[in-house]
């Protein structure tokens, strides 16, 4: 007979009580620790080095010759966001359009002015008047029916900011465009199966989604637009950056600090942009999104 042996028994330790070990990833560490000190060098040198003469720019950086040069920023890109982006849902929806003469018009219009420089497009409008000193409307090849002074039209905002208009019009009708194109052909066919009107369906079924393809590439056009209003001083308009050139020759000695005094306050503007975009896109993320 085979006797048996009894032996303790072996007490599995419950999941609930194993420790959990970390994954090492030693990599992270060092690009982390790689990425603060060149970060900490950067600093450092802004701070410490004097060629960037802090102090003046502590003096000119809230100026009243600086706040109005950003006055005349923001006046120019809020106007010529909002026209930039009516111009680009209209081109965009007559691209969309069957009627072919309003795809061929779009078309011609977004292909001439994205190739045309935005510098080259502003001083051609600051010029325009020696080519055309009166404008008119009416009857093609017939009798004017309204004629007015072009020059008493074209102040130095009013050229900035059509200037900017036709020239992010024709970017932003490309943006609307690849947004509408987003939405699935099914979201259309499924309201045009239930007898929803045109309208209806743009404005509760086809825009809503498309918002959320248009916003991230509209606010880098915006970006741009801000960024863009820089030029405006080649056209006599003392925006911020004009400000900042007219003082800058007067007083050379302080170039540095009122190009760190623009580069800030360019950089505050971003921030804002990028702050209501952020805003923006949880708000057309609605429903969508966790």
């Given at each position: 007979?085979?006797?048996?042996?009894?032996?303790?028994?072996?007490?599995?330790?419950?999941?609930?009580?194993?420790?959990?070990?970390?994954?090492?990833?030693?990599?992270?560490?060092?690009?982390t620790?790689?990425?603060?000190?060149?970060?900490?060098?950067?600093?450092?040198?802004?701070?410490?080095?004097?060629?960037?003469?802090?102090?003046?720019?502590?003096?000119w950086?809230?100026?009243?010759?600086?706040?109005?040069?950003?006055?005349?920023?923001?006046?120019?890109?809020?106007?010529?966001?909002?026209?930039?982006?009516?111009?680009g849902?209209?081109?965009?929806?007559?691209?969309?359009?069957?009627?072919?003469?309003?795809?061929?018009?779009?078309?011609?219009?977004?292909?001439?002015?994205?190739?045309?420089?935005?510098?080259?497009?502003?001083?051609?409008?600051?010029?325009?008047?020696?080519?055309?000193?009166?404008?008119?409307?009416?009857?093609?090849?017939?009798?004017?029916?309204?004629?007015?002074?072009?020059q008493?039209l074209?102040?130095?905002?009013?050229?900035?900011?059509?200037?900017?208009?036709?020239?992010?019009?024709?970017?932003?009708a490309?943006?609307?465009?690849?947004?509408?194109?987003?939405?699935?052909?099914?979201?259309?066919?499924?309201?045009?199966?239930?007898?929803?009107?045109?309208?209806?369906?743009?404005?509760?079924?086809?825009?809503?989604?498309?918002?959320?393809?248009?916003?991230?590439?509209?606010?880098?056009?915006?970006?741009?637009?801000?960024?863009?209003?820089?030029?405006?001083?080649?056209?006599?308009?003392?925006?911020?950056?004009?400000?900042?050139?007219?003082?800058?020759?007067?007083?050379?000695?302080?170039?540095?600090?009122?190009?760190?005094?623009?580069?800030?306050?360019?950089?505050?503007?971003?921030?804002?942009?990028?702050?209501?975009?952020?805003?923006?896109?949880?708000?057309?993320?609605?429903?969508?999104?966790?």
């Amino acid at each position: 007979m085979t006797e048996t042996v009894d032996r303790p028994a072996v007490e599995a330790t419950p999941l609930t009580a194993q420790r959990v070990l970390p994954l090492r990833r030693p990599g992270r560490w060092i690009a982390t620790a790689i990425v603060l000190v060149v970060v900490a060098q950067v600093v450092h040198g802004l701070i410490t080095n004097p060629f960037f003469q802090w102090d003046r720019f502590g003096y000119w950086f809230l100026r009243p010759v600086i706040l109005d040069g950003l006055v005349i920023t923001l006046k120019v890109s809020a106007l010529s966001a909002v026209f930039a982006l009516i111009g680009g849902i209209v081109l965009a929806l007559m691209r969309l359009s069957e009627n072919p003469v309003l795809n061929a018009v779009s078309w011609a219009y977004i292909w001439l002015f994205r190739s045309i420089p935005l510098i080259v497009l502003l001083l051609i409008l600051y010029n325009f008047g020696a080519l055309y000193q009166t404008l008119s409307l009416g009857v093609p090849f017939g009798p004017a029916l309204f004629t007015f002074n072009e020059q008493r039209l074209a102040t130095d905002l009013a050229i900035a900011v059509v200037g900017i208009s036709l020239n992010e019009s024709a970017f932003a009708a490309e943006v609307v465009r690849g947004g509408f194109l987003s939405v699935d052909q099914g979201q259309h066919e499924a309201a045009s199966a239930l007898g929803l009107p045109r309208a209806y369906q743009f404005r509760r079924i086809v825009f809503p989604q498309a918002l959320r393809a248009i916003v991230p590439p509209y606010v880098n056009l915006l970006i741009g637009l801000v960024k863009g209003t820089s030029l405006v001083y080649y056209v006599s308009l003392l925006d911020l950056f004009g400000s900042v050139e007219s003082l800058g020759s007067t007083y050379p000695g302080d170039i540095v600090p009122l190009l760190m005094v623009a580069t800030v306050w360019y950089l505050i503007l971003i921030s804002l942009v990028s702050i209501v975009q952020h805003y923006v896109e949880r708000f057309s993320a609605r429903g969508t999104s966790r």
